[in-house]
Protein backbone atom coordinates (compact mmCIF):
# COMPACT_ATOMS: atom_id res chain seq x y z
CA UNK A 1 0.00 0.00 0.00
CA UNK A 2 1.35 3.41 -0.72
CA UNK A 3 0.10 7.17 0.45
CA UNK A 4 -1.27 9.55 -1.27
CA UNK A 5 -2.32 13.35 -0.71
CA UNK A 6 -4.47 15.13 -3.48
CA UNK A 7 -7.20 17.59 -4.21
CA UNK A 8 -10.56 15.91 -4.82
CA UNK A 9 -13.14 18.29 -6.09
CA UNK A 10 -11.19 21.42 -3.80
CA UNK A 11 -10.40 19.46 -0.93
CA UNK A 12 -7.32 17.80 0.50
CA UNK A 13 -7.91 13.92 1.11
CA UNK A 14 -5.67 11.23 1.68
CA UNK A 15 -6.06 8.06 0.31
CA UNK A 16 -3.86 4.42 0.78
CA UNK A 17 -3.90 2.70 -2.27
CA UNK A 18 -2.44 -0.39 -4.25
CA UNK A 19 0.41 0.22 -6.43
CA UNK A 20 -2.16 -1.39 -8.96
CA UNK A 21 -5.39 0.16 -8.22
CA UNK A 22 -6.90 2.54 -11.01
CA UNK A 23 -7.99 6.15 -9.65
CA UNK A 24 -11.84 5.22 -10.96
CA UNK A 25 -12.49 2.14 -7.96
CA UNK A 26 -10.28 4.77 -5.64
CA UNK A 27 -13.32 7.23 -6.16
CA UNK A 28 -16.02 4.80 -6.44
CA UNK A 29 -14.96 2.32 -3.78
CA UNK A 30 -12.85 4.21 -1.17
CA UNK A 31 -14.50 8.18 -1.12
CA UNK A 32 -18.10 6.92 -2.35
CA UNK A 33 -17.67 9.15 -5.08
CA UNK A 34 -19.99 7.24 -7.61
CA UNK A 35 -21.08 9.34 -10.38
CA UNK A 36 -18.03 8.65 -12.43
CA UNK A 37 -18.86 5.34 -13.91
CA UNK A 38 -17.34 2.12 -15.33
CA UNK A 39 -18.09 1.14 -18.45
CA UNK A 40 -15.78 -0.81 -20.74
CA UNK A 41 -12.75 -0.54 -18.10
CA UNK A 42 -10.42 -0.44 -21.09
CA UNK A 43 -10.81 3.79 -21.66
CA UNK A 44 -12.23 3.00 -24.72
CA UNK A 45 -15.85 4.68 -23.49
CA UNK A 46 -15.05 7.54 -21.73
CA UNK A 47 -17.88 6.67 -18.68
CA UNK A 48 -15.07 7.20 -16.47
CA UNK A 49 -14.22 10.53 -17.48
CA UNK A 50 -12.75 12.78 -14.55
CA UNK A 51 -10.21 15.93 -14.83
CA UNK A 52 -6.99 15.77 -13.78
CA UNK A 53 -5.20 19.35 -13.17
CA UNK A 54 -7.76 20.23 -15.77
CA UNK A 55 -6.95 17.69 -18.34
CA UNK A 56 -9.72 15.18 -19.10
CA UNK A 57 -8.43 11.37 -18.65
CA UNK A 58 -10.06 7.60 -18.50
CA UNK A 59 -9.95 7.02 -14.61
CA UNK A 60 -10.28 3.51 -15.09
CA UNK A 61 -6.33 3.71 -16.64
CA UNK A 62 -5.23 6.26 -14.50
CA UNK A 63 -3.20 4.51 -11.36
CA UNK A 64 -4.07 6.20 -8.17
CA UNK A 65 -0.48 6.70 -6.85
CA UNK A 66 -0.29 9.35 -10.10
CA UNK A 67 -2.81 10.94 -8.37
CA UNK A 68 -0.53 12.32 -5.34
CA UNK A 69 -0.10 15.99 -5.23
CA UNK A 70 -2.44 16.04 -8.39
CA UNK A 71 -6.22 18.36 -8.55
CA UNK A 72 -8.93 15.96 -9.09
CA UNK A 73 -12.10 16.69 -10.41
CA UNK A 74 -15.18 14.57 -10.51
CA UNK A 75 -18.83 15.08 -11.88
CA UNK A 76 -19.78 15.73 -7.75
CA UNK A 77 -17.21 18.67 -7.54
CA UNK A 78 -18.98 21.00 -10.73
CA UNK A 79 -22.20 21.83 -8.71
CA UNK A 80 -22.15 24.52 -6.49
CA UNK A 81 -21.68 23.98 -2.58
CA UNK A 82 -25.87 25.44 -2.36
CA UNK A 83 -26.24 22.39 -4.53
CA UNK A 84 -26.96 24.51 -7.85
CA UNK A 85 -26.23 22.74 -10.90
CA UNK A 86 -22.88 23.92 -13.21
CA UNK A 87 -23.91 25.96 -16.23
CA UNK A 88 -23.23 22.31 -17.95
CA UNK A 89 -25.43 20.39 -16.01
CA UNK A 90 -28.40 22.86 -16.66
CA UNK A 91 -27.67 22.60 -20.18
CA UNK A 92 -27.23 18.75 -20.74
CA UNK A 93 -31.05 18.93 -18.56
CA UNK A 94 -32.38 21.75 -20.66
CA UNK A 95 -31.22 20.32 -23.67
CA UNK A 96 -32.31 16.55 -23.22
CA UNK A 97 -29.01 15.77 -23.82
CA UNK A 98 -29.61 12.44 -21.95
CA UNK A 99 -31.39 9.35 -21.63
CA UNK A 100 -30.19 6.43 -19.26
CA UNK A 101 -27.61 9.22 -18.49
CA UNK A 102 -24.51 6.37 -18.07
CA UNK A 103 -22.56 8.36 -20.40
CA UNK A 104 -23.18 11.89 -19.22
CA UNK A 105 -21.10 12.06 -16.27
CA UNK A 106 -17.93 11.50 -18.52
CA UNK A 107 -19.64 13.82 -20.86
CA UNK A 108 -19.90 16.81 -18.77
CA UNK A 109 -16.15 16.27 -17.61
CA UNK A 110 -14.84 16.08 -21.25
CA UNK A 111 -17.01 18.94 -21.94
CA UNK A 112 -15.65 21.06 -18.84
CA UNK A 113 -12.12 20.80 -19.48
CA UNK A 114 -12.86 22.29 -23.39
CA UNK A 115 -14.86 25.01 -22.10
CA UNK A 116 -12.18 26.11 -19.39
CA UNK A 117 -9.86 26.56 -22.66
CA UNK A 118 -12.49 27.41 -25.07
CA UNK A 119 -15.03 29.16 -24.23
CA UNK A 120 -16.48 29.99 -27.58
CA UNK A 121 -15.96 26.45 -29.14
CA UNK A 122 -17.29 25.68 -32.79
CA UNK A 123 -18.77 22.58 -33.63
CA UNK A 124 -15.84 20.79 -34.65
CA UNK A 125 -13.82 21.64 -31.23
CA UNK A 126 -17.06 20.02 -29.41
CA UNK A 127 -16.94 17.33 -31.58
CA UNK A 128 -13.42 16.59 -31.18
CA UNK A 129 -12.94 16.90 -27.10
CA UNK A 130 -16.47 14.42 -26.87
CA UNK A 131 -14.75 12.15 -29.65
CA UNK A 132 -13.24 9.42 -26.46
CA UNK A 133 -17.11 9.54 -25.06
CA UNK A 134 -19.53 7.18 -26.50
CA UNK A 135 -23.56 7.30 -25.98
CA UNK A 136 -25.41 4.34 -27.46
CA UNK A 137 -28.58 6.42 -26.85
CA UNK A 138 -29.06 10.14 -27.85
CA UNK A 139 -27.35 10.10 -31.33
CA UNK A 140 -24.86 13.34 -30.20
CA UNK A 141 -26.79 15.97 -31.48
CA UNK A 142 -28.43 17.07 -28.24
CA UNK A 143 -25.11 16.61 -26.88
CA UNK A 144 -23.29 18.71 -28.77
CA UNK A 145 -26.48 21.65 -28.81
CA UNK A 146 -25.96 21.24 -24.98
CA UNK A 147 -22.30 22.11 -24.80
CA UNK A 148 -22.93 25.13 -27.21
CA UNK A 149 -25.83 25.81 -24.64
CA UNK A 150 -23.22 25.88 -21.79
CA UNK A 151 -20.93 27.53 -23.29
CA UNK A 152 -23.09 30.57 -23.53
CA UNK A 153 -24.61 29.81 -20.27
CA UNK A 154 -21.00 30.14 -18.94
CA UNK A 155 -20.16 33.79 -21.11
CA UNK A 156 -23.28 35.29 -20.14
CA UNK A 157 -22.49 35.15 -16.68
CA UNK A 158 -19.19 35.67 -16.88
CA UNK A 159 -17.39 32.33 -15.75
CA UNK A 160 -15.75 31.15 -19.01
CA UNK A 161 -12.30 30.20 -18.44
CA UNK A 162 -12.74 29.71 -14.76
CA UNK A 163 -11.67 26.14 -12.77
CA UNK A 164 -14.69 23.76 -13.42
CA UNK A 165 -15.04 23.77 -9.88
CA UNK A 166 -14.99 25.58 -6.93
CA UNK A 167 -13.67 23.90 -3.44
CA UNK A 168 -16.58 22.43 -2.10
CA UNK A 169 -16.57 19.15 0.01
CA UNK A 170 -17.22 15.99 -1.09
CA UNK A 171 -20.55 14.80 -1.61
CA UNK A 172 -21.62 10.98 -2.83
CA UNK A 173 -24.42 10.86 -5.56
CA UNK A 174 -25.14 7.36 -6.71
Not at 111 to 139: F, H, M, Q, W, Y
Request: hydrophobic content about 40%; glycine content about 10%.
Amino acid sequence: MQSITFSINGRTRDAMVQPHESLLHLLRDQLALTGTKEGCSTGYCGACTVLVDGAPVNACLFFAVDADRRDITTIEGLAGDDGALHPLQRAFVEGGALQCGFCTPGMIMSSAALLAKNPSPTEADVRAALAGNICRCTGYQSIEHAVALAAQHLRDEGLQGEKPHAPTRIRSRA
